[in-house]
């Protein structure tokens, strides 16, 4: 039975912006061959601009993606809809203390 229930409520548990960065690095290992050439950084400030703080519609995020970066064709938003969902909660990047705590 569970003591504690935690909710991350807007940066409370999970650091967003380091997490993003993080998962800029997956985004770009697994699209880079379909870009041009692209630093991870530029790929974690267009993550960073499209996404608003994660309060943004996702098909408005990724549409955003598809139409910011440099694709070597274009393609529709299920792809990066789907990477998303399997690879961001896997980068996710605690809070300082969130151990403690």
């Known amino acids: 039975m569970p003591i504690a229930i935690l909710f991350d409520l807007d940066d409370t548990l999970v650091d967003r912006s380091?997490?993003?960065?993080r998962y800029a690095e997956r985004f770009h290992a697994d699209f880079a061959d379909r870009m041009a050439p692209l630093e991870v950084s530029a790929i974690a400030a267009a993550i960073h601009s499209a996404d608003e703080q994660?309060?943004?519609?996702r098909e408005a995020f990724f549409e955003d993606l598809l139409q910011h970066l440099p694709w070597h064709i274009p393609g529709d938003a299920q792809p990066l809809l789907a990477h998303w969902e399997a690879c961001f909660p896997g980068a996710s990047v605690a809070r300082t203390g969130l151990q403690e705590t």
């Open 54 to 57: 994660g309060y943004r519609p």
């Open 18 to 21: 380091r997490s993003i960065v």
